[in-house]
């Protein structure tokens, strides 16, 4: 009986061994998992934007600092109107100057998830300056034609007058031959 209480004591402690070992396997395995992904939103802190709308976010940061340093150039000084322009942004973006801060900070922290997220930034400014591109080129298009079109209704237009005094002229001709004849009649 002393030997069947030891084998059970044994056998107890090495289940409860094994179990300690799963446990902490399991728990190495899942933080391993939230460290290798820790753009998935339901791992985010609280008050942190996810990655793509930072993306979004961090790309209009980048647009109005472009059309302020545009401003600068023209005007030479700029008041206080950088901090208007990133107002806007958190406006279209619908958060705050707080939540961007808390989710930069949160991104900084992983150096290679932060440049991967600004070559994401740079390839969405790629993305906008096409766009932006492909539309001046159809603004240009649509105005050449509108060019051509006040062209040809010019054209049309003198051709229209030249044709009437044409008219006029083989008229008053016609008449004055008209005339004429009757006269030496």
Do not use: W
């Amino acid at each position: 009986m002393l030997e069947t209480k030891k084998i059970n004591k044994y056998l107890f402690n090495k289940m409860q061994i094994k179990t300690i070992i799963l446990f902490c396997g399991f728990c190495i395995l899942s933080s391993s998992c939230s460290i290798l992904s820790p753009e998935s939103e339901e791992l985010l802190p609280e008050g942190v934007v996810e990655r793509e709308r930072m993306i979004v976010i961090l790309a209009d940061m980048q647009v109005a600092e472009a059309h302020l340093l545009k401003m600068k150039k023209r005007r030479g000084k700029v008041k206080d109107s950088s901090m208007v322009y990133f107002r806007k942004v958190f406006k279209k973006n619908e958060i705050t100057e707080d939540t961007f801060e808390k989710s930069l900070k949160y991104y900084q922290q992983d150096l290679k998830n932060m440049k991967s997220m600004y070559a994401d930034v740079v390839t969405r400014l790629n993305e906008l300056q096409a766009k932006h591109d492909e539309i001046l080129l159809e603004m240009k298009a649509d105005s050449v034609r509108q060019d051509s079109i006040k062209k040809v209704i010019i054209i049309k237009d003198s051709l229209d007058k030249i044709l009437a005094d044409s008219l006029l002229l083989v008229n008053d001709t016609s008449i004055q031959i008209i005339d004429t004849s009757r006269i030496t009649n």
